[in-house]
Every structure is written in structure tokens, then in C-alpha cells.
């Protein structure tokens, strides 16, 4: 028999018998009171155990432990209340209460299941915090969700605390011990971890019109991130680094090297809105007399035939103040061939069109100063084309002539661009603030940048970067690119978050544009080479595994053999989980049967030597292609993905819980209009997540200590090193692996001992 498969036999089996897990603590004639560990899905119908134990925990200090008691009734209990006590040592040294939680389990109805073998039913996910009384109904277990975090500092040993129900003429107390480990989790998990964080998902379902309350929210989630050891992909919503660039005269299109009428560059301007026009425009205004008559001069081409584009005068006050309106606007049909055109303002009469309809009027007596703008495409009002509100259309010579001087007053508009002017501006105060709070106070461990500058640009026709108008392949944008790129990371390692950044600008690439990212990838490091790129990779190969410092993966299109020599050179390996592969693969959905997953995820990467856990986003609550009412997540867990031009209603089906490991407060989002001024409700599959990272850390912590072992301790080295080989009986692959965590649990003790042995021995 194959020997993977008849260890997936054995989990099988073992999984079957999860259903009587957990221990006995007491039963009477109102409830029977058992517990289990934090790593189980308790289901409603799920029968009390019968083996009795104590309640035993043990934990690291900075570690956050949880366990499950349940009450399953043997009659209706209304009003039952609960406390949980500090716990104590007998050296009177406390675990005060500000360090516990206490959480109610609730339970969410799957209706639509995620894969063919997952099943739709109830199952337990949500863990709003213990407020008020509850009632359990005969018949039923209930489960909360208590977790004990130790701090720094406390002192090794066991520590006892008393949990104690009451409800009328009913009360029970349960003894609860801890044991305290005498070492401590690092201040930033040696996992790094990267959650997407969609702040209007909170602004919407918390009701929040402000930024003030968003930013007080905001704040509340970053907590909850903290207190979960995960780190959202970016944490700076708000305080960017501001940039700006120097020595472009003209915003809103793209310096084109291609289609030029005359010299080195045309002004590109498109309009991809089909609502909404946005124009391009000059950054000076130019000073004018409105007694005066002005013609502006320019040669132009358009993309379609007879496509209507249009050139606007806007006027300012003395004050550059400006006068509404007043605007010069004439609309022209263009052709795909340059061709001469202008627009005129007399002094002394207005603009017709057929003599019956006023276009615009002479500069007013106010206007001192004007201000161009070019539209690349503008609906016909007058019905002489047909034609798409979207478009393409080129400037070049663009002549603001004085008519009886013959001045020209724009000295730009030939867009000939001197390189020696241009200038990057960054600054990082508002940046700094965020990074100093989150990176360095709160420890989380890396963040994501994205360059707009290296994505699909204004560019008519092809992909290509695009850095305030000018396109990749020009010496001008290649001065931006470096000095924006350079200027981050010296400023990174001065502060000393240099490796903390991933620059993680496209997603998921497709093979056949395997050669672009390399040559995006490759212009990061020849303009900054100390700066961490990253790539996801639907299709991992080695023909992509040079061009960047972190590679991500699926975890089930991880291959090791093929990545290895490529890890031993430095590359460091992450994983992610999505709405595909299901069940068998290890999966983050509510309806997978095993709570246990999520904590494999962390035991399988250190197996492999992988590094990271990435997962595209942590609060994805409502799909707007699926409807424009606001989904409740509470009432149907089950998220989508639309786009890709399908109509609203007509969406993928991503799994129940894909991409959402908190739940929004408001679980009425179209009636309830309340400001939520609160964070969010974790998740089971979040703490499991947060034990998976722990169990993690153990194990760098005792790879420390074997890695600094003197000669001495060899056979204590032996030791740890077969604790710290995962073998096939934990974790073979993300298929085949235990399902009792227990295998787990009982390998972790064994590595905190073994820690604890090197310890006193260091310090003998």
C-alpha cells in the first residue's frame, strides 16, 4: 500500500472520531460543562465527552492561548452570566483580568456550500465578545471562546484562575490551571504575514462619514491586527508619502515619443470615463488683457475620424481666483491625420454657433489671468457624429498668441521637456508617523508599496510604466523612476525599515507576460537595488523565480524541489490561500470540517522553509457586481467576485469566508445606519491562524538555540533537531497531513520543554 495513502487512511479515521473530543468538567441536572482546546469546531449538536480532565493550558508569555468551554443543556438555561477570575500563583504573582477575553462562539448558516465536498449547515466562526447574559437551549452546546494572554515578564510557573457560571438558582465554578513557560514569543512574530485591509468596507459598514471616525476605526482594527500577531499589506491609508515632481509644465496626458507631429514628444490625452470628462492642462496660468484679442494655434490628430475633441479657456481673477462660469470652449472634429486647427477669442464679440446659439463671450472685465485645457473627447451635442464618450486625441505646437503683438505667451507648448528640470519631491512626515506606530510599536512585520508608476499607464495601445506623463523607454522617465526609487530606500534603511517593505505592484502574472515584470523588476533594482520586491504567482516557474526577492505562490502550486536551490540563494518563499484549490487542499473556508487547517498552514511552511503567509484581503464583505445592496455577511458567508464586464447579479462563487477573517459590528448594513465607532469581531479561523504563527515562533526559538548549541550540547541538538523535522505523520503536503491536533499540540509541548531545557542551560 502506498504510504501516503494509507496515512491519509489513518487521518481519515482519525477525523471521524474528532466528533468525541474534548473532556468532561461537570454535569447536573441543568447542563453538562466540558472542555476542549482552541483548535476544534464545536457544532451545536455535538454530544458531551466523557473522559474527565482538568482544565489545562500552557502557554509562552507574549502568547495568546485559547480554549473552549461548553455548555451543552440538559434543560433550558436563561440568564446565564459569566466571570472569569485573574489568575494567581502561589508566590501571589498575577495575570490580571485586562489580559483575558472572554467570547461567545457563534455560528453562521452556510446555504451554499464552497466546493462539491464541502456541506452547507451551521458552523461556528464569528466570536463577538461576551457582553451580557445568553441562554442555552436544551439540547444544544454552547461553546465560548476564552483566551489567556501572558505578558512579559511574568514569572514562570502555573498559575490558577476559577471560571464561574450562574444563571437563576444555578451556579457551577470550573477550576482553570495555567502553566507558564519560562521564555517569551518575539515582539513581531519571525513569520511575516501580509492581510489585505479594505478601508471603505469599513467606511460602509460602519457608517462612518467622517475621517476622524474612520481614522478612530481604523485605528480599532490595527489593534485587533496586532493583537492577532497578523499585519495588514499596507497600514499608511492617509499618510502616504507625498510626492510631486518638478519641471512638468503640463498634467493630465502623456508626453508621447511615438506620435509626434513635430520634435521629440506630442501631448497624449485620454479619456477612459464613459460619465465623466477629465481634460489635461497646462500647470501656469498665463497672464492675459481682456481688451486684447488672443488666438490659440495647434496642430492635433485623433484616434477615430470625425472624433469630436475639444480645447477650454478657463479665466481667473487678479487673485487667480476662479471666475465660474466663464468658460471658452469650442468643441472640433478631428481627424487621424494632423491637421491644423484654433480657437479664437475676440474682444469684442461672443462666439456663435449657426448664429443662434452663444458659445462663449469675450474675456470678462476680471479675467487677468487663463488657463488651458485639452479634452480628448467630448459628446457631440449637435448629433453630427456618432461616436463612443471615450477617446484618444494628440497635441503638439500649441501656440497662446498675442494677436497684435504676435507674442507667443506659452512657452511650453511644443511639449519638448528640458530632462535637467525635472525633479522628484518626496515627503515622508505623514509616512513616518504611521510607519514609527505600526512598524516599530506595534511590530507588524512588513508592508506592501505599490508603484503606480510601473502599471498599465495612459498609453494608447500597449502596456507599458508610465511616471507623470512620461512612458517607460524615455530618458525622462527613467530619471523619475530612480530618484523615486532611490530616495525610498535610502530613506527605509535610515529609519531602519529597510527589508520591511515589499514592493508587490502586480499580482498574479500570467506567463506570457512573464517578460514585463522582469522588466519592471529589474528597473527597481538598477535604480534601487536594497529594496524587497515580491510577486504572487499563480504559475510559479523558474523562469520568474530570478527577478524578485520574495516569491508567493498558491500553496498548492508550491513546488519544493523546484524552489530550493532557488531558496538556498536567498530567495525567501512565501505561501498563500485563496478561493481555490477546496477540499482535500488545506483552504480558509467556514465550511471546511477541520478547524486545524489554518494552524497546518504554519507547520507545512516550516517544513518547506517558507516565510510568509499572504492572503488577498481580511474584511472583503460585499461584491458590488453581485447587487447595490450591501451584503451581510452574518446571514450569508458566502463572498464573490463579479467583474470582467458581467452583468450585476452575474459572479463567481470565491467560498464561504474567502478573503473575510473579521465580521463588521453592523449585521444590517442596509437598514442599520448607525455609526459603528468599534472594532471588528474576530474570527475562529483568525485565532487558529494566530496559533499556527505561534507554534512558528517555537520553533525558530529552539532552531535558535540549536544553531548557537556548544559541542557539548550535541546530544541535546540531536534531540531538538528531531522535534523540529516535521515528518509526514504532521504535515506531507497541503493534501495529506493530521487532522487530530493533537499530533500537533503534543509536538509543541515537546519543542517549549525542549526550549526550556537550552534555556537553563544557558544561563547555568
Not at 258 to 287: C, M, W
Request: charge should be negative.
Amino acid at each position: 500500500m502506498n504510504k501516503l495513502f494509507a496515512i491519509s487512511i489513518i487521518w481519515t479515521l482519525s477525523a471521524i472520531s474528532l466528533f468525541s473530543q474534548g473532556y468532561l468538567l461537570r454535569k447536573d441536572r441543568a447542563a453538562s460543562i466540558w472542555w476542549t482546546e482552541g483548535v476544534y469546531k464545536i457544532m451545536q449538536e455535538h454530544k458531551t465527552p466523557s473522559v474527565k480532565k482538568t482544565v489545562q493550558i500552557y502557554s509562552a508569555r507574549n502568547e495568546s492561548e485559547s480554549f473552549q468551554v461548553v455548555l451543552t443543556g440538559r434543560q433550558t438555561l436563561r440568564n446565564v452570566a459569566v466571570t472569569l477570575e485573574a489568575f494567581h500563583d502561589k508566590n501571589g504573582n498575577e495575570i490580571d483580568t485586562s489580559n483575558l477575553s472572554v467570547r461567545l462562539v457563534e455560528y453562521v448558516h452556510v446555504k451554499n456550500a464552497s466546493g462539491l465536498q464541502h456541506k452547507s449547515g451551521l458552523y461556528p466562526d464569528p466570536l463577538p465578545a461576551y457582553s451580557e447574559p445568553f441562554t442555552v437551549n436544551k439540547g444544544e452546546s454552547f461553546p465560548l471562546w476564552i483566551t489567556i494572554y501572558v505578558p512579559l515578564g511574568t514569572p514562570k510557573g502555573d498559575y490558577h484562575s476559577v471560571l464561574t457560571f450562574r444563571s437563576e438558582n444555578w451556579e457551577q465554578k470550573i477550576p482553570i490551571k495555567l502553566h507558564v513557560w519560562d521564555f517569551a514569543l518575539p515582539a513581531s512574530p519571525f513569520m511575516r504575514s501580509a492581510f489585505g485591509f479594505y478601508g471603505n468596507n469599513v467606511k460602509r459598514y460602519h457608517n462612518l462619514t467622517n475621517i476622524e471616525d474612520y481614522l478612530k476605526v481604523q485605528e480599532l482594527y490595527f489593534q485587533t491586527f496586532r493583537q492577532y500577531r497578523i499585519s495588514p499589506q499596507e497600514f499608511y491609508e492617509g499618510n502616504e508619502i507625498k510626492k510631486s515632481v518638478t519641471g512638468i509644465p503640463w498634467s493630465g496626458g502623456t508626453y508621447d515619443p511615438d506620435t509626434v507631429f513635430e520634435g521629440r514628444y506630442s501631448f497624449q490625452v485620454n479619456d477612459r470615463n464613459y460619465s465623466s470628462h477629465f481634460p489635461a492642462s497646462y500647470s501656469e496660468l498665463i497672464k492675459i488683457d481682456y481688451r486684447k484679442p488672443y488666438n490659440i494655434k495647434f496642430w492635433v490628430k485623433t484616434h477615430k475620424e470625425k472624433q469630436v475633441y475639444a480645447v477650454a479657456i478657463k479665466c481667473y481673477d487678479k487673485n487667480r481666483q476662479e471666475l465660474p462660469y466663464d468658460i471658452k470652449l469650442k468643441r472640433f472634429y478631428g481627424s487621424t491625420s494632423w491637421q491644423a486647427d484654433s480657437l479664437y477669442i475676440n474682444p469684442d464679440l461672443p462666439f456663435f454657433y449657426k448664429d443662434e446659439m452663444m458659445i462663449y463671450r469675450p474675456f470678462p472685465r476680471e479675467a487677468v489671468y487663463a488657463g488651458i485645457q485639452l479634452y480628448a473627447v467630448l459628446n457631440d451635442p449637435y448629433g453630427l457624429t456618432a461616436q463612443e464618450p471615450v477617446g484618444t486625441t494628440w497635441f503638439d505646437n500649441i501656440l497662446f498668441e498675442d494677436v497684435i503683438t504676435k507674442e507667443n505667451l506659452l512657452p511650453h507648448g511644443d511639449f519638448e521637456v528640458d530632462i535637467h528640470q525635472l525633479k522628484v519631491n518626496l515627503n515622508f512626515d505623514d509616512f513616518d508617523h504611521a510607519a514609527e506606530k505600526f512598524l516599530d510599536e506595534y511590530g507588524f512585520t512588513g508592508f506592501r508599496y505599490k508603484i503606480p508608476e510601473l502599471r498599465e499607464g495612459n498609453y494608447y495601445g500597449r502596456t507599458t510604466q508610465y511616471f507623470n506623463g512620461f512612458v517607460g523607454g524615455t530618458p525622462e522617465y527613467e530619471k523619475l523612476i530612480t530618484s523615486f526609487l532611490s530616495q525610498l530606500q535610502d530613506h527605509l534603511e535610515q529609519k531602519g525599515w529597510l527589508g520591511k517593505e515589499y514592493l508587490y505592484w502586480i499580482d498574479e502574472p500570467k506567463q506570457e507576460y512573464y517578460w514585463f515584470v522582469r522588466e519592471g523588476m529589474e528597473m527597481i533594482k538598477k535604480a534601487a537595488p536594497k529594496l524587497t520586491t515580491l510577486i504572487t504567482e499563480n504559475n510559479p516557474g523558474p523562469e520568474i523565480m530570478d527577478v524578485t526577492d520574495i516569491g508567493c505562490p498558491v500553496l498548492a502550486r508550491f513546488n519544493y524541489d523546484s524552489s530550493k536551490p532557488w531558496m538556498d540563494k536567498g530567495r525567501e518563499m512565501w505561501s498563500y490561500l485563496m478561493t481555490w484549490p477546496k477540499l482535500p487542499h488545506l483552504n480558509l473556508f467556514i465550511d471546511n470540517p477541520h478547524a486545524v487547517d489554518l494552524r497546518v498552514w504554519a507547520w507545512l511552511s516550516y517544513k518547506w522553509g517558507l516565510k510568509g503567509l499572504l492572503c488577498w484581503c481580511s474584511n472583503y464583505w460585499d461584491s458590488p457586481w453581485i447587487s447595490p445592496e450591501k451584503q451581510s455577511v452574518w446571514d450569508n458567508t458566502m463572498q464573490y467576485f463579479g467583474g470582467y464586464n458581467n452583468p450585476v447579479g452575474g459572479a463567481a462563487e470565491f467560498g464561504n469566508g474567502d478573503g473575510m477573517f473579521f465580521y463588521p459590528p453592523n449585521r444590517q448594513p442596509e437598514t442599520d445606519k448607525r455609526a459603528y465607532i468599534t472594532g471588528p469581531v474576530p474570527s475562529i479561523r483568525l485565532s487558529v491562524i494566530r496559533d499556527g504563527m505561534d507554534d512558528y515562533d517555537y520553533m525558530k526559538i529552539l532552531e535558535n538555540y540549536v544553531s548557537k548549541a556548544s559541542p557539548e550540547e550535541a546530544s541535546l541538538v540531536k534531540q531538538a533537531k528531531a522535534l523540529l523535522h516535521i515528518g509526514d505523520e504532521i504535515v506531507a503536503n497541503d493534501t495529506v497531513y493530521a487532522k487530530d491536533p493533537h499530533i500537533l499540540l503534543k509536538r509543541r509541548q515537546e519543542i517549549a520543554e525542549m526550549i526550556e531545557i537550552f534555556k537553563t542551560k544557558k544561563s547555568q
